[in-house]
């Protein structure tokens, strides 16, 4: 824990790699929550407006 | 239960406030017009939403909240031990992680939140002002986060406030926000960040509640602009 965190360093682009695999993961969390089927709570009823 | 009868004669029948008349004068009259038309409490408190609505993209502000809740109640039990606590003792060391994991459920939620806002365009059909107060609300987190970050009286809480000290100073505002003055540092992490971006959080979900949210980009019901 108390050692310094490897680097990516691609060019100009240099990060973390616990930062890299954070945002790795925030984007396949928004991917996920568009296309997961979101639960739903009552079907619909024939009268329901 | 009767309503009407003279005016003048308040009705003792029943505790419940009367819609304000259209022609009824004083500024307590207006303000409470005003609400009623801007926020009346079913779009407060709504038991139904729009089919586009079930989707998993808009639990993110709603978790975002959540986070922020606990940030603020494990906030309120630091400060009221202080630092010695929270370095050395068991349940201090709780407390401090529930604080530092909530803030980076905040910020990860909180930008999750963004991009759905942002490529959904979730300003349109009069929502730029709520769009608005939700990038305040991002700017002021980062503030209150910083703020943490050097008051955690630590020797990394040394090192970020000993390098801010020079970026801030680069910008010419190190006279009025200088990292390494604890006090302020402090003053601001516990007191007047975390209060604006809660009053902010507040409003930022009556605007929401008062718009509803807003229309799919391609849906053919699309409000005139």
Known sequence: M??????????????????FI???VMVLLFVLALVAPFPSHRPKEPHDE | MSSGGDPGVIDQTTTSPHPAADD????????????????????????????YVSSWVYVFGVVTIAALFWV???????AFFGAEWWHVSSIGH?????????????????VLHLWGQFWGAGWRD???????????????????AFTGYVVQLNFDSQWIAVNAKDAINSTGFGGLFNALNFGQMY??????????????????????????????????LQMAP
């Open chain 1, 2 to 19: 108390d050692a310094p965190a490897p680097y990516i360093h691609l060019g100009f682009i240099l990060i973390s790699l616990p930062n």
């Open chain 1, 22 to 24: 954070l945002i790795c």
């Open chain 2, 24 to 51: 009824e004068p004083g500024w307590t009259a207006s303000v409470r017009r005003r609400v009623e038309k801007t926020l009346p409490i079913s779009e407060l408190l709504p038991t139904k939403q729009p089919a």
């Open chain 2, 72 to 78: 603020v109640l494990s906030g309120v039990v630091l």
């Open chain 2, 94 to 110: 709780f407390f401090n992680s529930i604080h530092f994991w909530s803030v980076q459920m905040f910020f990860i939620f909180m």
């Open chain 2, 126 to 144: 009069g929502r730029a002002k709520t769009w608005m107060v939700g990038v305040v609300i991002f700017a002021v987190s980062i503030g209150t």
């Open chain 2, 187 to 220: 003053g601001l992490h516990v007191m007047l960040f975390p209060i604006g971006v809660t009053l902010l959080v507040v409003l930022h979900i009556i605007q929401v509640r008062a718009k509803g949210v807003v229309r799919p980009i391609d849906d053919p």
